[in-house]
């Protein structure tokens, strides 16, 4: 358990995510985790509310309020929907609730919040991309490739989603995501061209997803956890 995380939380589901996760981690990448907590459920009926996420730095990890958690993955938010598709090996804890959870995880998506989250996130990687033309100096190469890299798997990550309603979190062909970053630090102007095409191939492609996610499904879920959980241990 994180240190800042309130001595009352259970821990309900949480892993390691980011590049070692991806198979794109070098030697000095950090080792992120995820995960999603829940408190007493009496906790959560004071004046005073808990905080719904808590991130600390030395290790990096991020823990979210299961609450918290179910709305960001029926918004398909990719840095959290990716906590339900790790390989098995990449689990730290896992709960009966939060195997209850992984299970209902093609329920959670729908195609229009695939189809937005993902490009959003990939277009918020192009935005913090070097503009221009000319080729990143050598201070920035590491950023630029970083976010380059990172653009690619998003796209590809939710087009995957969006055409199969499966994910595979583990990249099949991450020198692929690495030459990528390479290429966009030499020419930055390449990152545009591939998402332009990314779009094209979003706009042409027929999901296999609903519109609308199964809320029902996660409200019974979220419920059962505050069940659970509805006194201090």
Known sequence: MTADLDPQAQIILSGIVGSIAYGLAGPGSDIDRLGFFALPTLR????????????????????????????????????????????????????????????????????????????GYAT??????????????????PRVAKHARHLMRLVHQGYDLYTTGRMSVR????????????????????????????????AGARSVLPQAPDEAAAQDWLLGVRKALWLER
């Open 171 to 202: 990249l099949a062909d991450p020198q692929r995501h690495l030459d990528f970053g390479e290429q966009v630090a030499e020419r930055p102007d390449r990152a545009a061209q591939f998402m332009a095409q990314a779009e094209e191939r979003f």
């Open 44 to 119: 959560l009926l004071g004046l005073v509310q808990p905080q719904p996420s808590v991130v600390s730095a030395k290790p990096d990890s991020t823990m979210h309020e299961v609450g918290k958690a179910v709305s960001l993955l029926l918004a398909c938010n990719p840095t959290v929907t990716e906590l339900l598709w790790l390989p098995e090996d990449l689990y730290e804890v896992q709960t009966p609730l939060g195997r209850e959870l992984i299970a209902l995880r093609g329920s959670l998506l729908s195609a229009n919040k695939v189809k937005s989250a993902y490009l």
């Open 124 to 141: 918020q990687q192009l935005r913090k991309l070097a503009s221009g033309d000319e080729p990143a100096c050598a201070g920035q190469r």
